[in-house]
């Protein structure tokens, strides 16, 4: 890949070809002669000279090399990643005519974004329809689907959707608690995304066995909180589920901790460090196993080192980078070379990307992993610790 500063090409080229440009005087064009395809790549928010940019980077130019140097390539092609530079994003997010048609005729078949999800959704709008497969590397935060309520048909991403939560706090409880257990459910009624959190929660409980207790508050500094907490613990609740944000879920700790409530508290989202300073919590998160890998990580260090030189320090990362420039390669090779409705279809049956010590096949339904581990984390107030391991499939997650 080009952001690999130093590396020399297997393929004797111009080396200022890129997605921009078009012939380069009497060299041999590979896109012109269409034997090479393009993929275009969207830098992390720190940008592609930071350690982030470069595990990105390293890991496609891992990928390019591995593919280019079969006999066949991909389909009879060579492929190309090439990074996005900042004047390329600004003129597609502000208007992506010029640009989808500049990439169309330089072969550009797809597009691996490392964005955040601000520059995503900007992105989903820009490109859903512009005859480009779109891999996120992440896509935790932004949903995939149309207005149908279906995937847009040329849109993949690696995480599941935020959602996941609700999955994960559901399968945790029929692991750890009896049945008959009183679960309380915290959440503010006024925010349409966690009432319909709260009504799925609450679906999921009961058809476990449990007896959920919605608890509606509006917003985290509701001053009925604290009746409303005794009220369900007298009920019968012993865990309170918040669906609230960080700072909410550390008022709802607040409350129970001065009032000496027998409840658990969990947070129904990931780790951060305000709710890691409180004893007791638990989240679920999908990023944690990933992160703890251990040797699969290693290995996949090494692999990058020993065809490209660089050693990656962001190694979670670089395995997404990996794992996007997989399946574009091997939805490639499926359909034959050919971008569009062909490569689309290619994609939602591509599986054995590599994933850490695990590997993640694409649910044709939700364009996301069928199932990926979540891990349980309790904090004692100064670190995370990995309590449980749940498995949630993408397709229980509605978007």
Same mark, same amino acid.
Request: proline share 5%; with cysteine; glycine share 10%.
């Given at each position: 890949?080009?952001?690999?500063?130093?590396?020399?090409?297997?393929?004797?080229? /111009?080396?200022?070809?890129?997605?921009?440009?078009?012939? /380069?005087?009497?060299?041999?064009?590979?896109?012109?002669?269409?034997?090479?395809?393009?993929?275009?790549?969207?830098?992390?928010?720190?940008?592609?000279?930071?350690?982030?940019?470069?595990?990105?980077?390293?890991?496609?130019?891992?990928?390019?090399?591995?593919?280019?140097?079969?006999?066949?390539?991909?389909?009879?092609?060579?492929?190309?990643?090439?990074?996005?530079?900042?004047?390329?994003? =600004?003129?597609?997010? =502000?208007?992506?005519?010029?640009?989808?048609?500049?990439?169309?005729?330089?072969?550009?078949?797809?597009?691996?974004?490392?964005?955040?999800?601000?520059?995503?959704?900007?992105?989903?709008?820009?490109?859903?329809?512009?005859? @480009?497969?779109?891999?996120?590397? @992440?896509?935790?935060?932004?949903?995939?689907?149309?207005?149908?309520?279906?995937?847009?048909?040329?849109?993949?991403?690696?995480?599941?959707?935020?959602?996941?939560?609700?999955?994960?706090?559901?399968?945790?409880?029929?692991?750890?608690?009896?049945?008959?257990?009183?679960?309380?459910?915290?959440?503010?009624?006024?925010?349409? @995304?966690?009432?319909?959190?709260?009504?799925?929660?609450?679906?999921?409980?009961?058809?476990?066995?449990?007896?959920?207790?919605?608890?509606?508050?509006?917003?985290?500094?509701?001053?009925?909180?604290?009746?409303?907490?005794? =009220?369900?613990?007298?009920?019968?609740?012993?865990?309170?589920?918040?669906?609230?944000?960080?700072?909410?879920?550390?008022?709802?700790?607040?409350?129970?901790?001065?009032?000496?409530? &027998?409840?658990?508290?969990?947070?129904?989202?990931?780790?951060?460090?305000?709710?890691?300073?409180?004893?007791?919590?638990?989240?679920?998160?999908?990023?944690?196993?990933?992160?703890?890998?251990?040797?699969?990580?290693?290995?996949?260090?090494?692999?990058?080192?020993?065809?490209?030189?660089?050693?990656?320090?962001?190694?979670?990362?670089?395995?997404?980078?990996?794992?996007?420039?997989?399946?574009?390669?091997?939805?490639?090779?499926?359909?034959?070379?050919?971008?569009?409705? &062909?490569?689309?279809?290619?994609?939602?049956?591509?599986?054995?990307?590599? @994933?850490?010590?695990?590997?993640?096949?694409?649910?044709?339904?939700?364009?996301?992993?069928? =199932?990926?581990?979540?891990?349980?984390?309790?904090?004692?107030?100064?670190?995370?610790?990995?309590?449980?391991?749940?498995?949630?499939?993408?397709?229980?997650? &509605?978007?």
């Amino acid at each position: 890949m080009e952001a690999v500063r130093g590396m020399v090409s297997v393929v004797v080229v /111009c080396l200022v070809l890129a997605l921009s440009v078009g012939n /380069c005087g009497a060299a041999v064009d590979p896109v012109e002669e269409e034997w090479l395809l393009q993929v275009a790549v969207v830098p992390p928010a720190q940008g592609w000279d930071s350690p982030e940019g470069t595990a990105a980077a390293a890991a496609l130019e891992y990928v390019e090399r591995e593919t280019n140097s079969r006999r066949d390539g991909v389909a009879g092609n060579d492929i190309r990643f090439v990074e996005i530079e900042p004047a390329t994003m =600004e003129d597609l997010l =502000e208007d992506a005519t010029s640009v989808v048609e500049r990439w169309k005729s330089r072969r550009v078949v797809a597009v691996v974004s490392f964005a955040d999800a601000v520059t995503t959704y900007d992105l989903l709008q820009q490109l859903a329809g512009s005859g @480009f497969a779109l891999i996120l590397a @992440f896509g935790r935060d932004v949903s995939l689907a149309d207005g149908e309520g279906e995937p847009f048909p040329s849109v993949f991403a690696l995480d599941l959707y935020k959602r996941y939560t609700i999955r994960a706090v559901a399968a945790r409880a029929s692991r750890a608690l009896p049945q008959g257990t009183g679960i309380a459910i915290l959440a503010d009624r006024l925010d349409p @995304f966690l009432a319909e959190s709260t009504r799925l929660l609450q679906r999921d409980l009961g058809l476990r066995g449990f007896s959920p207790l919605p608890i509606w508050i509006a917003g985290y500094a509701d001053r009925n909180l604290r009746n409303r907490l005794l =009220e369900a613990s007298s009920a019968g609740a012993e865990v309170v589920v918040s669906l609230l944000g960080p700072l909410g879920t550390l008022d709802v700790w607040t409350r129970i901790e001065r009032n000496a409530l &027998p409840m658990e508290l969990w947070h129904a989202g990931g780790r951060n460090e305000m709710v890691r300073a409180r004893p007791g919590v638990l989240v679920v998160d999908q990023e944690w196993p990933l992160e703890h890998a251990g040797r699969g990580l290693q290995d996949i260090r090494m692999d990058i080192w020993d065809s490209t030189g660089v050693m990656v320090d962001r190694m979670p990362l670089a395995v997404r980078s990996l794992a996007a420039g997989t399946l574009v390669v091997q939805g490639l090779q499926a359909s034959g070379g050919k971008g569009g409705t &062909p490569l689309y279809r290619a994609l939602e049956g591509v599986g054995g990307l590599p @994933f850490g010590d695990r590997t993640l096949a694409i649910d044709a339904s939700t364009h996301r992993p069928g =199932e990926r581990r979540i891990a349980v984390l309790s904090t004692d107030g100064e670190t995370w610790r990995m309590v449980d391991t749940v498995a949630v499939q993408s397709r229980f997650v &509605p978007e």
